[in-house]
């Protein structure tokens, strides 16, 4: 069974961090970009940032530059997303995502063949 499973979410208040993890469980993340989207009520499902199977490439979407951070420990089967200066907009369902690759990544949910269930951020006063 290929599971990944989404950890850190909460409320917070404007300003404030959090940070995500995404277990992965059933295969190895050696060959596997990892992205990580977002879905807030009522809108499409969004690409947050993603990064290559090394760690080498990474994507952020314009709304999070200079504040989101990706990365991941493949030995431990994790990727994280660090989440810094939150923002009311920022509030949504993340979800992680696995898709086989070489060496780059792709902020297209279309793409991405294994996801988690999910887990909520609220950013709120």
Known sequence: ???LVESGGGVVQPGGSLRLSCAVSGFTLDYYAIGWFRQAPGKEREGVSCISPSGGSKNF???????????R?????????????????????????????????????????????????????
């Open 73 to 125: 420990d493949n030995a431990k089967n994790t990727a994280y997303l660090q989440m810094n200066s939150l923002k009311p907009e920022d509030t949504a369902v993340y979800f992680c995502a696995a898709e086989s690759s070489w060496s780059w990544c792709s902020g297209d949910p279309d793409d991405y063949d294994y996801w988690g269930q999910g887990t909520q951020v609220t950013v709120s006063s």
């Open 61 to 71: 979407a314009d709304s999070v530059k200079g504040r989101f951070t990706i990365s």
């Open 1 to 3: 069974q290929l599971q």
